[in-house]
């Protein structure tokens, strides 16, 4: 497997969907969502799409591949991502060589592998743990399934909840009083491994589990 796991911040970049249908029209939602600058350019366009473009939300540009491979080449030039999303595969290979000439990132939507960037199945727990799964395109159902069941344990797990939620406390406060950076990074694996720190975790006592962690860097800020 060459694909490393990443996430990335899109607010602002420019991605550039080519597709009218409703699987171009789920992307540039998704884009949207996460504040990209959001073009989708098809031959036709799906009243989802059309009903965005009118508020202004999205830019439509109409184009034929094969046929308007010019204009193709200067949307994917001025693109940060290029999203496949036509139902003609030979439409997607010939603009999936053009962004590999002008070396622009693709995500192909009908053929995951066929390309650089996956975007995978995301949930969220306890408003700040963020997981994926993919199948890179082998059983998408599958990677979907697997996140469900991944999300619903960890939302079970009411100690790991508050060990979430007492280092996000701690690593706010001991950012403040200890500026080494290496300091830090050991202090914070002294304190989840704690006795006592780890007793009022299980217990799901977040108050006296902060209150130990800020002993514990006390001590080694003196």
């Known amino acids: 497997m060459t694909h490393l796991p990443l ?16 699987v171009g029209e789920r992307r540039a939602r998704l884009f949207l969502e996460h504040g990209a600058q959001v073009v989708v350019a098809a031959e036709r366009f799906s009243k989802g799409l059309e009903e965005l473009a009118s508020r202004g939300r999205i830019e439509l540009v109409r184009l034929r591949v094969p046929g308007d491979e010019d204009l193709a080449r200067r949307l994917v030039r001025e693109s940060w991502l290029v999203v496949l999303a036509m139902s003609s595969s030979e439409a997607n290979r010939i603009i999936a060589g053009i962004a590999m000439d002008e070396g622009v990132m693709v995500n192909n939507a009908t053929s995951a592998m066929e390309g650089d960037v996956i975007i995978p199945f995301r949930a969220t727990v306890w408003g700040g743990i963020h997981l994926a799964s993919t199948s890179l395109g082998e059983a998408g159902i ?81």
């Open 7 to 22: 996430y990335i911040d899109v607010e602002g970049k420019r991605v550039t969907i080519f597709g009218g249908g409703m």
């Open 142 to 222: 599958a990677a979907r399934r697997a996140l469900e069941e991944a999300a619903k344990h960890l939302e079970s797990r009411g100690d790991l909840e508050t060990l979430y939620h007492a280092m996000r406390t701690v690593k706010r406060i001991m950012k403040q009083v200890i500026q080494d950076p290496k300091k830090r990074f050991k202090l914070y694996f002294e304190i989840a491994e704690d006795e006592e720190f780890k007793k009022a975790v299980e217990q799901g006592d977040q108050e006296a589990a902060v209150e130990r962690a800020l002993e514990i860097i006390r001590e080694h800020a003196a």
